[in-house]
């Protein structure tokens, strides 16, 4: 199990390597790379464009909130091994912001578990998302959408 909370960007290459090497009981790795999008979709049609992702969090809350996510899913599935890179600060359209990896014997739990701790970061970890846009700097609200998402995995267990 491993977490970190950092303001520089990572080698997703390197990072899957380091997680796999010398674990011969990894049959399946999933893996979420997430990205600063150039486009914001608001109420259904109007798109906005964004200059730039600004994240912030609270060191040491952030990262135990996320080890307790991390070890939630290890009860849930039968995994061998998973990683959490997350960034803050502020971030360019393209450059990526978090890399999720889960593995396990079975390809099947590590889709799930990777799409559970996906799930529950965007809606459980303390980050506070502000967009640069063209009409101004503004606050990111959570998105019904991820709430659902989220919501699902509380009916269910691997």
Known sequence: MSVRVQESDF???AELDQLTRDNRRI????VFVGLVREL?????????RIDSLTLEHYPGMTEKALEDIEAEAH????LEATLIVHRYGRMEAGERIVLVAVG?????AAFEACEFLVDWLKTKAP???LEETPAGDKWVDAHEGDDAAA???EQKSG
């Open 11 to 13: 080698d997703v290459g």
């Open 27 to 30: 049959g399946g790795l999933a």
């Open 40 to 48: 914001h979709v608001r109420e259904g049609l109007h798109r906005e």
């Open 75 to 78: 009860r849930r599935w039968p």
């Open 104 to 108: 396990s014997p079975h390809r099947e």
């Open 127 to 129: 980050f506070w998302k």
């Open 151 to 153: 919501a699902r995995w």
